[in-house]
Antibody, heavy 118, light 111 residues
Framework: EVQLVQSGAEVKKPGESLRISCKGS????????ISWVRQMPGKDLEWMGR????????NYSPSFQGHVTMSADKSISTAYLQWSSLKASDTAMYYC???????????WGQGTLVTVSS | QSALTQPPSVSGSPGQSVTISCTGT?????????VSWYQQPPGTAPKLMIY???NRPSGVPDRFSGSKSGNTASLTISGLQAEDEADYYC???????????FGGGTKLTVL
């Protein structure tokens, strides 16, 4: 069974750093891209970017380029999303999603809620 | 403002059919068959319902169907059931540097 399991909720202060994770199981982790999707409270879905776990090649949406960094450790089938300096506007639910051969997001993690507040 | 335009809400009674539209441009929906639809009940992660315009993943009821005409894709749910109540999002590949875009979401209410 394909599963993406994300790390737990985080509460941070503005300016702090953060890394959240997404661990894949039940499939060959290096054969599928992992995308990250943001959902701000009560809002729609936004594609942030994606990473190829086989070589850590990344594509970022211009809206997120330079503000987040995606990485992956294929030895433990885990993808990461990190911030070096959080802002209050980063408060959101963040999902990782596997990108299938059809380019659709065929499996999703349960989400990681990030709250940034002073 | 989302890149793809969906109606904010639709509703229908059990057993009826509803259609949700997703309007894009010639840079996304109009040029690629990489349109997909996702169901998101409150408080849960999205779930893939339709991929490549009209294909259903294993396990998705055949009450869900997708189509596309020009720059507009559509999701039709027939034989509405109470469990279908959720937010629905469309997504498409785009030739812009954004790569993938989502619609603003449509809240389906089963009356």
């Amino acid at each position: 069974e394909v599963q993406l399991v994300q790390s737990g909720a985080e509460v941070k202060k503005p300016g702090e750093s953060l890394r959240i994770s997404c661990k894949g199981s039940g499939y060959r982790f290096t054969s599928y891209w992992i995308s990250w999707v943001r959902q701000m409270p009560g809002k729609d879905l936004e594609w942030m970017g994606r990473i190829d776990p086989s070589d850590s090649y990344t594509n970022y949406s211009p809206s997120f380029q330079g503000h987040v960094t995606m990485s992956a450790d294929k030895s433990i089938s885990t993808a990461y999303l990190q911030w070096s300096s959080l802002k209050a506007s980063d408060t959101a639910m963040y999902y990782c999603a596997r990108q299938g051969s059809s380019s659709s997001f065929d499996y999703w993690g349960q989400g990681t809620l990030v709250t940034v507040s002073s | 403002q989302s890149a793809l335009t969906q109606p904010p809400s639709v509703s229908g009674s059990p057993g009826q059919s509803v259609t949700i539209s997703c309007t894009g441009t010639s840079s996304d929906v109009g040029s690629y068959n990489r349109v997909s639809w996702y169901q998101q009940p409150p408080g849960t992660a999205p779930k893939l319902m339709i991929y490549e315009v009209s294909n259903r993943p294993s396990g998705v009821p055949d009450r869900f169907s997708g189509s596309k005409s020009g720059n507009t894709a559509s999701l039709t749910i027939s034989g509405l059931q109470a469990e279908d109540e959720a937010d629905y999002y469309c997504s498409s590949y785009t030739s812009s540097s954004t790569y993938w875009v989502f619609g603003g979401g449509t809240k389906l209410t089963v009356l």
